[in-house]
């Protein structure tokens, strides 16, 4: 304790608060400076963004964003054009098809074994209400039915996933018979 | 000069004592059990008052009003009398103070359970205990007052200047943010609407923090510290400094809270502005305490209640850097709506307010109770505990927070969002949850150490409820400044001009925020189309406040790319000028759901699934952490109040017709009979007054009034059947005709395009180029973009016939054809 000891001497006269005394020390000179330079960078960004109106505020940010990702995809596409496409084979199409139905959650409305639940109806009976061609799928979760609770996935999954699940569907779960297979709703088609 | 023997009252500080020790281990329990609830909803156990919606602000209400309002009292208390040299003021007041605010948290800790609640952060109590806080919290700032006049010491010390300040500012910030018209006795409407009421809030929320959370345990660190650490404070010209500076700009910067939200830049960029000059202010105060424990480092080792407040001190000035940098609006668009809010506050309130609390308590009631702590050992014990519990609350969530932040913003190959769907993204993080609970306990049994070791202290202690003690009285001061008396210091002699200041300083930054957002019309742009709510949506919409959904869901789409892909369109605030109060929610456990109501949109879902959802959302979803809320399908709306709910909002200018006030629950049954007719099309029986109908309501009227018009073209597309495609030569000489007189127009003869449409013959769609693509664009068209629906224009036959003969012109490379627009139709 001894060596550390502090002598301090320069108290604030008169101060004694309940025996708390208070050095006349100035602020550690840096902390003024930090004070002095966050006041002048306010300023400063003030006036850039509000005087001089130089900067990009959050709605130009945004547009920026949007036109800066739709190049990049533009690009991208125009890449994608110049590697011959794979065209997949049937069961690739199905192993594709049936990752993306897990991953994109259909079994949540429509069960894991496609035999519909409380939400969505049963995709394996030959009941369909929305038509049962490769077309009509593929259409139905490219635009969904909003109303009906079937959100759109063409914002979500590139066409040629959504024919992929489309044909697994139609390929695997289609006609299948799984357990627990909710009551047939819709035209029946051949 | 004659010597005063007077009186401590010891036994007020025993009593805020005991309220802040007990009402501390109530928050940290309730806190651990919401934490549980996020990582294992089955301990909702289906009972509505302890859902986390209804919890969580009994948690912050707690830890901030009860335990850390009782830790101010107490300190407050004891350090007042003894920095003034006199008894508190009325013994009556302090009675008023000390039971009045008990009794305000156990109303509190009700009525927030019982789902009574204004739904606006750290400010949910309904309008009789706004009133009741008002009530007790001026009696309060009068006992302090009239203490001051009659001090028997000159100067008031600089932890009094902090007491002051927080008082006025308190006061001026709840009376404001609770403006609210009553519709019943538990019911009320803030009095402002949309942005303003955000605004309102969050400058009083932000600076509930300031002037409730840190500038009183300021005042409480100025005297306990030094006392605890026997060494005169550092620095008396940075207590000034950094007291004036901190007041004066924490008040401006709560809109940093509603960063890249609906609110217009200049306020936005006031709020990052006056947060990046609260670093220094703020860090005085740190370094003023830490340079006070100057040369008792040694000390500190061994000493608990040193340690306690060292890492209290430090655990300020980094939650005061981090709030900065959170801040700036690029860390902001990281952070807001995440765990990492969470994260930095509990630094601040684990951190600054616990652990100040526990240094102040070990020193204290040794200190009352005439007696020595009972252990030592086991403070320190206490001590590491504490912090080892705050580093795996705060870091685990930090790590949650950029997870899922990163996850909510990334974009696959493909330009989609990475993860869409949302569960996924809260699947990753809930191991962080559960380790941030495993902390949370380890700080809850510190605190029940605690409680154990002050009750040996006091079991072996006696206290003296008044304490006798003496000192020369004031003697009589000129009011004018002395010759060679520094302002300042005339200043802490004179305490009414210490309050105008002060006063003056903590109004200017609120009036010049508010003021102009109120006034200046241009600040909130009218949008035509928005509409107010029903009376069946305004009913539901208070099914919503009243269960918290607002704790999990925000109801704010930000303008960046990956909030607009996953959740629809940015929130924008002139769709919010109804909304008493905003709903815009802090945190995003769920998703957005500002975008709800958008048929079509992102976020639509129908009141079949709404209805299993709340019913059950594992039913729906299966690893959600949503409780469910099955007595939202028993409940039945109060439909006595309907037309009293609409009656206020017209009060509060909300344009009903007498008309519709008048017809206020035929028109809540006309829209409630067609959602139970919807569900039961989906096999649902349940009747027009559930909560759950009224709460379907508001969910399909959310962010919905922008797209009015949408809802027909989606009709029609989901109607649409996509036809085999004819393409005979028949059919390709027939459809070149119809094209020819319908299409060319705007596509060029050869479908090359032009000024108006878009060029038919190469690989680029803005629609989509499969075929049925092209005859839904055809059939339904897009009006938006000019392009007429053929529907009835053209026979069904020749829609299909020219939808054919459009994919036949592929690649056929005709003059002058216009540059490629939209995506590039891939091949496979």
């Keep these: 304790m001894a060596e550390n000891e502090i002598k301090d001497t320069n108290f604030v006269e008169g101060h004694d608060f309940d025996g708390i005394r208070e050095l006349d020390n100035p602020p550690p000179p840096w902390i003024m400076w930090v004070l002095y330079l966050t006041i002048f960078w306010s300023a400063l960004y003030m006036v850039h963004y509000h005087v001089f109106k130089q900067g990009d505020l959050q709605e130009q940010e945004y547009v920026n964003e949007v036109a800066e990702a739709d190049a990049l995809l533009a690009q991208r596409n125009a890449e994608a054009q110049k590697t011959p496409s794979v065209v997949l084979k049937a069961d690739e199409k199905i192993a594709l098809g049936k990752e993306l139905y897990v991953q994109k959650a259909c079994s949540a409305c429509h069960g894991s074994l496609g035999e519909g639940n409380a939400v969505g109806p049963n995709l394996t009976d030959k009941y369909w209400l929305h038509g049962n061609g490769e077309a009509d799928i593929v259409k139905s979760i490219k635009f969904g039915f909003p109303t009906k609770g079937m959100i759109p996935y063409s914002d979500q999954l590139s066409d040629d996933k959504i024919e992929a699940i489309a044909y697994y569907i139609k390929n695997e779960l289609y006609g299948s018979n799984p357990p627990n297979a909710k009551l047939s709703e819709g035209e029946m088609i051949e | ?828």
């Design chain 2, 1 to 828: 000069m004659e010597v005063q023997t007077f009186y401590y009252d010891n036994k007020i500080v025993k009593q805020f004592v005991y309220a802040t020790i007990f009402w501390g281990i109530v928050a940290f329990i309730v806190g651990l059990y919401i934490a549980l609830e996020l990582a294992f909803p089955a301990l909702n156990f289906g009972i509505e008052y302890i859902t986390f919606g209804r919890l969580r602000p009994v948690h912050t209400n707690a830890a901030i009003f009860a335990f850390v309002g009782n830790g101010i009292f107490a300190g407050a208390y004891y350090s007042m009398q003894r920095l003034l040299k006199t008894r508190m003021y009325s013994d009556f007041l302090s009675k008023i103070n000390m039971w009045g605010w008990q009794l305000i948290i156990a109303l509190a800790a009700v009525s927030l359970a019982m789902g009574i609640s204004t739904s606006k952060e750290y400010a949910e109590l309904e309008w009789p205990i706004d009133i009741l806080i008002a009530i007790v919290w001026i009696g309060f700032g009068w006992n302090m007052f009239g203490t001051i006049a009659r001090r028997r010491v000159k100067h008031i010390y600089v932890a009094i200047w902090f007491y002051i300040a927080s008082f006025i500012a308190v006061a001026l910030l709840h009376v404001v943010n609770s403006l609210e018209l009553p519709v019943s006795f538990l019911k009320s409407y803030s009095v402002f609407a949309g942005v303003q009421d955000a605004l309102v809030q969050w400058w009083y929320g932000h600076n509930a923090v300031a002037f409730y959370l840190t500038t009183p345990y300021l005042g409480v660190m100025y005297y306990f510290l030094p006392k605890a650490a026997n060494r005169p404070v550092y620095s008396y010209k940075l207590s000034i400094i950094h007291f004036w500076t901190l007041i004066f700009i924490y008040i401006w910067a709560g809109p940093h809270h509603l960063l890249y939200n609906a609110l217009p830049d200049w306020a936005q960029s006031l709020g990052v502005v006056f947060s990046i000059m609260l670093i220094a202010p703020s860090w005085g105060g740190m370094l003023n305490g830490l340079l006070t424990l100057r040369g008792v480092w040694d000390k500190v080792r061994e000493d608990a209640i040193l340690k306690f407040m060292a890492v209290a001190v430090t655990a300020y000035g980094m939650s005061t850097l981090e709030g900065p940098m959170l801040s700036i609006k690029a860390v902001n668009a990281l952070g807001h709506f995440t765990d990492w809010i969470i994260a930095h506050v509990h630094i601040g309130a684990l951190g600054w307010n616990g652990f100040l609390t526990f240094g102040m308590l070990y020193w204290l009631v040794p200190k009352i109770f005439n007696t020595n702590l009972y252990s030592n050992k086991l403070a320190n014990f206490h001590f590491w505990i504490g912090t080892l519990g705050i580093l795996l609350y705060a870091v685990p969530l930090y790590w949650g927070a950029f997870t899922q932040t990163l996850m909510w913003k990334e974009f696959n190959q493909d330009g989609f969002l990475a993860y869409p769907n949302f569960m996924e993204t809260v699947t990753e993080i809930i191991p962080m949850y559960i380790t941030r609970a495993v902390g949370g306990t380890l700080y809850l049994v510190g605190a029940l150490i605690m409680l154990y070791n002050l009750i040996k202290t006091i079991q072996v202690g006696y206290i003296v409820n008044n304490e006798e003690s003496s000192a020369p009285a004031l003697e009589k001061m000129d009011a004018k400044r002395q010759s060679g008396e520094r302002a300042h210091s005339w200043l802490e002699r004179r305490p009414v001009e210490f309050y105008v200041l002060t006063g003056l300083a903590v109004l200017i930054g609120g009036l010049l925020e508010i003021v102009p957002l109120i006034a200046i019309k241009s600040n909130v742009p009218t949008i035509e189309s928005v509409k107010p709510y029903t009376p069946l949506e305004l009913q539901g919409r208070d099914v919503y406040i009243a269960e918290g959904c607002n704790n999990c869901h925000s109801q704010q789409v930000r303008p960046f790319r990956s909030e607009t892909e996953r959740y629809g369109d940015y929130s924008k605030s002139g769709e919010f000028v109804y909304d008493h109060p905003f709903l815009w929610g802090s945190r995003r456990t769920g998703p957005d759901l500002a975008r709800t109501g958008v048929v079509g949109g992102k976020m639509y879902k129908s009141a079949a699934w709404h209805f299993k959802h709340m019913n059950q959302p594992k039913d729906v979803n299966e690893e959600s952490v949503m409780p469910a809320y099955p007595w939202l399908l028993e409940k039945d709306i109060d439909t006595t109040m309907t037309a009293a709910k609409v009656k206020a909002m017209t009060r509060l200018g909300v344009p009903y017709s007498d008309e519709e006030y008048r017809n206020a629950n035929f028109n809540f049954m006309l829209q409630a009979n067609k959602i139970v007719d919807d569900l039961k099309i989906a096999g649902i029986e349940t009747l027009p007054t559930k909560h759950i109908v009224a709460l379907i309501a508001y969910l399909h009227r959310l962010g919905k009034d922008l797209y009015e018009s949408n809802e027909t073209e989606i009709k029609a597309q989901e109607e649409l059947v996509i036809p085999q495609a004819l393409n005979t030569s028949q059919d390709m000489a027939e459809a070149k005709e119809v094209f020819s007189k319908n299409c060319a127009a705007c596509h060029g003869l050869s479908g090359e395009g032009n000024a108006i449409g878009p060029n038919l013959t190469d690989k680029f769609w803005l629609h989509g180029g499969g075929f049925a693509d092209v005859y839904k664009s055809v059939y339904v068209g897009i009006p938006q973009n000019g392009m007429l629906s053929y529907k009835g224009l053209i026979s069904d036959k020749q829609i299909i016939q020219v939808s054919s003969f459009v994919l036949s012109l592929q690649g056929t490379n005709p003059a002058n054809a216009k540059a490629p627009q939209g995506k590039e139709l891939t091949e496979n």
